[in-house]
Structure formats: C-alpha cells, structure tokens
C-alpha cells in the first residue's frame, strides 16, 4: 500500500537521480564541445582545474580497459539499487531516498557515457587525485550520505 510519505520519498528520489544524470551528462557535454583531449583550464590555482580526460575503468581511473565487463557490473548494480528501492520504500527514511537517487542518478551518468561513447568523460582535476567527474562525486556523496544514514538508525535502536 502506497502512504503520501512512500510517494513523496519515490517523488524525491527520481527527482535526485534525474537532476544528478541531467546536471552530469550537461557538464560532460560542454567539456567534450569546448575542449581537446588533455587540455587543461585553471579554476582556482593550486585546487581546482578542468582538465578533459576519458577513462575506461572505474572511478577515478582504477581498472583501466575494464570497460565493457564495468558496465555490466554498473547495469546489474543499477538494477538492482532501484529493486531495493522499491521493495522497501515504504520502510526506509528519507535520507535514503535522497542517497540512493544520487547513487543511481551518477551510475547512469557514468553508464550513459560508456553507451555512447565506449568512456567515461572526467574533468574535476585536484592535482593530487585522479580526474573524475560529477557522477562519481554523486555517488560517493551518496554512498557516505547512506553509510551515515544507516549507522544513525541503527544507533537509535
């Protein structure tokens, strides 16, 4: 049975993921339109530069050439993520909702780039780590929203 609460938590999730995807796939699409490979712009000097890369392994750069095999391995965990979702939406708080679209909205943002272009296009370059993009942002930002979440629930118990 569907509650106000579970349809403004599913309301708010598709939301998050939609505006994740939609805010990655935009950033991803002025890089590649407005810069060469391997060219880099100054944000905040000794912080923050764009600096246009592709990857074809994980995040930030681990399991080079792993492409095809990573995106299986995202498509199940996607599918999966939003199963678990909707089994238990009616149990879970908010927070969760909130972490688990930004989690499904980054993967598909990564995702979406290796269907169309066989790699991930990352920019976010600190200098001291490797380049990324704003989908692994989300979902990181997602994954320690969740772990936090849960450690707070389960503390209450």
């Given at each position: 049975m569907s509650t106000?609460?579970?349809?403004?938590?599913?309301i708010l999730f598709l939301v998050i993921a939609a505006g994740a995807l939609a805010?990655?796939?935009?950033l991803k699409l002025l890089v590649v339109m407005l810069m060469e490979p391997g060219q880099s712009v100054t944000v905040i000097p000794g912080v923050l530069d764009i600096t246009y890369s592709t990857n074809t392994g994980a995040a930030f750069g681990i399991l080079k050439g792993s492409g095809q095999v990573l995106f299986l391995v995202a498509?199940?965990?996607?599918?999966?993520?939003?199963?678990?979702?909707?089994?238990?939406?009616?149990?879970?708080?908010?927070?969760?909702?909130?972490?688990?679209?930004?989690?499904?909205?980054?993967?598909?943002?990564?995702?979406?780039?290796?269907?169309?272009?066989?790699?991930?296009?990352?920019f976010l370059d600190l200098g001291w780590w490797p380049v990324f993009n704003f989908a692994d942002v989300v979902i990181v930002t997602g994954v320690i929203i969740f772990v936090v979440g849960t450690a707070l629930e389960l503390m209450k118990e």
């Open positions: 106000p609460s579970s349809k403004r938590n599913t805010v990655d796939q935009l498509l199940v965990v996607v599918v999966l993520t939003v199963a678990w979702f909707y089994y238990t939406r009616h149990q879970e708080g908010t927070w969760s909702f909130i972490a688990l679209g930004m989690v499904i909205g980054g993967a598909l943002g990564n995702l979406a780039d290796r269907l169309l272009r066989g790699k991930v296009t990352d």
